[in-house]
Each structure stands twice: as structure tokens, then as C-alpha cells.
């Protein structure tokens, strides 16, 4: 008799946006995709962080339209989608879960409309990879400055996060630690300001996790204020195969 063995070994998947920015001229629209071939319902939580300690509590960003974020239906081979309404003048931060029992995906789009009116957008997946160790490149080179969110998607876990930084060549150039993220606690941070011997460097942050279980992202901000968005890249196996990139110009 062949008896199936489940362990409780792999932490709880989350559909996580780890970094949601409203207001100041900020605003974040989100796209979830029905990946069944039923009907399926999702919400999203908001979580708003607090800078200083890095926990958050529960959070209500206006949406535009005063659209419902709970109990939304999304057709077989239809997605949905949201954007907070940014209408205030301080901007407020903090990182999201797409809840749903079914197979969804998406993508968030950040749009910062800067002062003269020109709009800049970037987009990211939403991650629900396990994400316990995990690859950031950083350019602080030619006055560019990237900048880092990190969320701890444990409920119970604190976040004892650790980085190993290295530069282009792999060269280790220091390994460090982030501070402890509570449960459910955000951070976000120029990388410079919060490790200051990056400045006018360029290379790859390796972070990995002691306790907690994280979803990271990284902007990447130009001299002129343009700015480009870029997710963490898993260490975990992925089925191998050729990989294609659908665009180059």
C-alpha cells in the first residue's frame, strides 16, 4: 500500500505585490488573470507600512471609480482590473495580497505623473513563487539610484532578512542584513541611503531569508526621474527548455 505523504515543510503560496504606492502623484493599478476554466472570486488586501517599524496594518487606498476590491467574479479567460485612485497629496506605501483559492496571475503597473504632466509607468508580475532566497541587481553608477521594497508574507514569522552584495565581476563586496520585518511587515528603501558604501556601485544583491518568508522588487530612477520596475529572480528549479524574450528593438 502507497500511503501519500504531505508535509508542512513549504510555507502558504501569496499572490503578493510587494510594493503598492497612492498619492503624491502616485498610483498603482493591479491585473488579475482567471487562469481556470471556471469562474473564479478574488479580493485584494492592502497592507499600509509604517516606516519606522516596519509593520503594517490593514488598508483602504480610495480606487478610482470607487471600485470593490472583495468578492469579484472574473470570467473563464477574462482577467479584472483596479488602480488606486492617488488623490492625495502625500504618498502612502505599503505592499498587497491577490487572495483567491483558484489559479490566478497578474501584473501591477505603477504610474507616477510627474510635475510638467508626462506620465511614467513599469509593470510587475505578481509573485506567488517561494521566494526564501532570491537575486536583485542595483546600479548606483552614473547618478541612477535603485531603490528596494521587501514584504514579509509570514503571518507568524519574523522577517531576519540577509544580503550578500557583489559586483558585476561576482566579487563579494559585503554581506549585510535588512532590519527585522514583522509579520506581514514592508520596507522600502534607497539602497544607498540604507547601505551608503553602494554609492557609484553597480552589481547584484543576494537576499535570503532566516526566518519569515519575503517578496521583493527593485526601481531602478534615472537622472531625469524615469524609473523602471524589475522582480526578484528566484533560485528555485524551474523546468528547463529554451527561453524566449518576444521583442528586442
Known amino acids: 500500500v502507497i500511503t501519500p505523504v504531505k508535509t508542512a515543510l513549504e510555507p502558504t503560496r501569496v499572490n503578493a505585490i510587494p510594493q503598492v504606492a497612492d498619492g503624491g502623484g502616485f498610483q498603482t493599478s493591479i491585473t488579475v488573470v482567471n487562469n481556470e476554466q471556471v469562474p473564479v472570486q478574488v479580493a ?7 516606516p519606522a517599524t516596519r509593520a503594517t496594518s490593514p488598508w483602504n487606498p480610495p480606487m478610482e ?8 467574479q472574473i470570467p473563464v479567460g477574462s482577467s479584472w482590473t483596479v488602480q488606486t485612485a492617488g488623490t492625495s497629496s502625500v504618498i502612502s506605501s505599503g505592499w498587497a495580497e491577490v487572495v ?3 489559479r490566478v496571475s497578474g501584473l501591477a503597473v505603477f504610474r507616477q505623473v510627474q510635475p510638467d504632466g508626462r506620465i511614467q509607468e513599469a509593470a510587475v508580475p505578481i509573485n506567488n513563487g517561494l521566494m526564501q ?5 542595483f546600479d548606483n553608477t552614473n547618478s541612477f539610484v535603485t531603490s528596494m521594497a521587501v514584504a ?9 532578512v540577509r544580503v550578500a552584495f557583489r559586483d ?3 566579487k563579494l563586496i559585503r ?7 514583522p509579520a506581514r511587515g514592508h520596507t522600502a528603501f534607497e539602497l544607498n541611503k540604507e547601505f551608503p558604501y553602494l554609492g557609484g556601485l553597480s552589481g547584484t544583491a543576494d537576499f535570503w531569508v532566516l526566518g519569515g518568508n519575503i ?8 537622472p531625469s526621474g524615469a524609473f523602471k520596475s524589475f522582480e526578484g529572480q528566484t533560485l528555485n528549479r524551474r523546468p528547463g527548455g529554451k527561453k524566449a524574450i518576444p521583442q528586442v528593438a
Open 44 to 50: 485584494v488586501k492592502f497592507y499600509k507600512s509604517d
Open 65 to 72: 471609480g470607487n471600485a470593490a476590491v472583495e468578492n469579484i
Open 100 to 102: 483567491s483559492d483558484k
Open 133 to 137: 532566497r532570491n537575486l536583485l541587481p
Open 152 to 160: 514579509n508574507l509570514s503571518s507568524t514569522e519574523v522577517g531576519k
Open 168 to 170: 558585476p565581476a561576482g
Open 175 to 181: 554581506i549585510d542584513r535588512l532590519k527585522d520585518i
Open 215 to 222: 517578496s521583493v522588487l527593485g526601481l531602478w530612477f534615472s
